[in-house]
Structure formats: structure tokens, C-alpha cells
């Protein structure tokens, strides 16, 4: 085996462009939905009391991946990141490993990728203005790709009002209350997912919810019956039922599987999406590994071409 490329966080981020991550990710969801690229489920390993580390295999293109990545919610306060981990990019034909890729790099990229496809297909035609709430890193790439998208204008709301600040100074949007971002045509919601941001109440004709926060087991960013009021959306039935934002409204038997469609579906235009400009839309994002290798497909491609650098080790 020769050289193993490892790309860095500045690697991937030099490698894919939000623009280039958006198509990729939504090419990954019709071949996903066509069957032509593979995801087993994802595993979930729990660190009791501190967090949980998850296991997520791919295939598609001629590639194989895997990502091992954490959650562990209290690391900040200890200095760390919340979300830790590393990719490994095998070779499908001959098993042989291809790269390394810091998984935090990807994992924000290609969540903010996927906001701006759900938007794409699922949000009201004219739709302006996009409202973030929670603005830590997966928030700042969901930003940065509706930006990409062409959304202009926006609200960033985060209970530390710096982490907004910056945000909003980056995209030139503005900073807001919660209220402010959710009145937004567009909206993501990007938090830890400890407790719910959005309630029925908060509902209102020609509204797009990106719920991109609740990624496991116990976690929820809109009540029970804020999820059952909207016409729902996710990017895969069995992992967002398990631990995504339909979860309460699942148990609680507000919703049944004939009430979500997949994105995937939409995307390859063999499902309907928004039903009418009055209608509330809510995309349930969980989080798929094919999102993953869509973007670690790129950041390779562009090792390859001699776009980026990266350091290199031997097994």
C-alpha cells in the first residue's frame, strides 16, 4: 500500500464549495432513492452521561466509506468540539483504503448541503428571507449554503448572541430573536435538540422548516404537535423514526408512514412535494452517510486533481 492522503478540516473545506456540495448531495439522494448507491443503518455506540459515538457506512460510485463520529454535547465546556471523528474512503473493487477525511469538516458541509436541497424542492415558489436558528457549526455551513442557493437575506438567532453576531456578519444578514427567524419564509433549525424551538403556534401558511438538530435517540426541535400539523418530509423513513424530529410525533401516534414522503423520492420526481403555496412544509434531516460520501467523493477528486493538498501517512 502506498501513501495515504489525510485531508484536514482546511482541506475539505478548500476542496468542496457550498455549491458543489449542494449538487452532489442531491445527485447522492436520487441515486440513494434509485437504488444505485447502498447505507446500511446507522450504529450507535452511547457514552453514558457524556454522548454517543456513531458508526455510518456507504457505497456508491466505485467508493466505500465509513464515518465514525461523535456527539458529545458537553465537550465546549471542556474546551473540545462537539462533533469529533474520521472518515475513512475505500476503494469499492479492491477494498484498498483511498484517503482519511476529517468527518467534522464533511458533516457540517454536507448538513448545510442538504438544507439548501430540501429548500430547493420543498419551500414556496418566491419564497425570501431564511431564518437560522442555532448558529454553531453546523448552522454556520446551513447559512452558508442557502447563501449559495441565492437566499440573500436572512435572521440568525442563537442563544449566545456573539455566535449569531458573526454569522450574521459573515452572510450580511441579521441577527434577531427566535420570533424574528422563525417569521422567515425558510427556516433551519440547527440545534442540540435538548428542547423544542419550534411549537404549533409558531406555524403559519407558505412556512419551509429545515429540522437539522435532532440527529438521535431522545432528541426533538419542534413539539409533537408542531411535527403533525405540517406536511412532512425526511431524508430516510427507518433512521429519522428511530431518532429524528418525527420520533414524539410517531409514538405519540399523531403520524403514520403514509404522512412522510422521502426527499429522495421528490428529488427523483416519482413523489410530490410541497402541495400548495399555503401549505407548511417540514424536511426531518437525520443525517445519512450518503450525504457524507457525496462530499468525501469531492474533496478526493479534487486531492486527485491537485486542487488541495493534503499530508500523507503508510499503513
Not at 420543498?122 to 452558508?144: F, K, M, N, P, S
Not at 440547527?190 to 412556512?207: C, F, K, M, S, W
Request: glycine share 14%.
Amino acid at each position: 500500500m502506498g501513501e495515504l492522503p489525510v485531508l484536514d478540516r482546511e482541506a475539505v473545506l478548500a476542496a468542496v464549495s457550498p455549491a458543489e456540495a449542494i449538487e452532489r448531495v442531491r445527485e447522492a439522494f436520487v441515486a440513494h432513492h434509485r437504488g444505485e448507491w447502498a447505507m446500511p443503518p446507522k450504529l450507535f455506540l452511547d457514552s453514558p452521561g457524556r454522548g454517543d459515538f456513531r458508526a455510518m457506512p456507504a457505497r456508491g460510485d466505485g467508493l466505500a466509506l465509513v464515518k465514525w463520529v461523535t456527539s458529545f454535547p458537553g465537550n465546549p465546556a471542556r474546551g473540545l468540539p462537539t462533533v469529533t471523528g474520521v472518515i475513512v474512503l475505500s476503494e469499492l473493487d479492491s477494498g484498498e483504503p483511498l484517503a482519511l477525511l476529517d468527518a467534522r469538516s464533511v458533516t457540517a458541509l454536507r448538513t448545510g448541503a442538504v438544507a439548501a436541497v430540501a429548500t430547493g424542492a420543498l419551500a414556496r415558489e418566491g419564497a425570501e428571507g431564511a431564518g437560522i436558528v442555532g448558529c454553531g457549526l453546523h448552522g454556520a455551513w446551513t447559512g452558508r449554503c442557502l447563501a449559495a442557493a441565492g437566499y440573500r437575506e436572512g435572521v440568525c438567532h442563537d442563544p449566545d448572541p456573539a455566535a449569531a453576531e458573526r454569522l450574521a456578519d459573515e452572510l450580511g444578514w441579521a441577527t434577531g430573536s427566535r420570533e424574528e427567524a422563525l417569521a422567515c419564509d425558510v427556516v433551519s433549525c440547527v440545534t442540540p435538540g435538548h428542547q423544542p424551538v419550534v411549537e404549533a403556534g409558531d406555524l403559519r401558511p407558505g412556512l419551509h422548516l429545515n429540522m437539522l438538530g435532532a440527529d438521535g435517540p431522545g432528541k426533538a426541535e419542534a413539539t409533537p404537535g408542531a411535527v403533525a400539523s405540517c406536511t412532512l418530509f425526511c431524508d430516510e423513513w427507518e433512521q429519522a423514526v428511530h431518532g429524528g424530529e418525527l420520533t414524539g410525533a410517531v409514538a405519540a401516534g399523531l403520524v403514520e408512514r403514509g404522512q412522510v414522503t422521502e426527499l429522495g423520492a421528490v428529488l427523483a420526481g416519482e413523489a410530490p412535494g410541497r402541495p400548495g403555496p399555503q401549505a407548511v412544509t417540514l424536511f426531518d434531516s437525520t443525517g445519512l452517510a450518503i450525504q457524507d460520501l457525496a462530499v468525501a467523493a469531492g474533496a478526493l477528486e479534487a486531492w486527485r486533481a491537485g486542487r488541495v493538498e493534503a499530508q500523507t501517512l503508510r499503513l
